[in-house]
């Protein structure tokens, strides 16, 4: 069963996918010892998050392909979640990400203070 906010369809494994993700970095910023721990880990969830947006545009741009020959695409499938991974944490990794890392890390800093 879906779930639709705004015209954008989640699934009940997406939503247990995110969960877990920010039950992850939670666990990784309680157990943080060093600003620079943190810091990561918050980075770690945005690039999981840019990860996930560019897995939702690929499932989307297949809806709208013609190529109904699966096989065909069979390789490509297979390693295209290590390479949208790789391009996340490049982008938030190099200052290119969405800024979602320092944000959290911000509110985070603001929290323990």
């Not at 947006?53 to 190529?67: C, G, I, L, P, W």
Request: proline content about 1%.
């Amino acid at each position: 069963m879906a779930i639709s906010v705004d015209n954008t369809y989640i699934t009940p494994y997406s939503t247990d996918a995110v969960d877990f993700s920010a039950d992850k970095v939670s666990a990784q910023i309680q157990q943080a010892e060093t600003d620079e721990e943190t810091l990561d880990a918050c980075r770690q969830f945005e690039a999981y998050m840019i990860q996930q947006m560019y897995k939702n545009m690929e499932r989307t741009a297949k809806v709208f392909s013609d190529d109904d020959d699966d096989s065909s695409n069979q390789y490509i499938e297979m390693f295209s979640d290590t390479y949208l991974e790789d391009i996340a944490n490049k982008m938030v990794y190099n200052g290119q990400g969405l800024g979602i890392a320092e944000q959290l890390y911000d509110s985070i800093k603001k929290q323990n203070s």
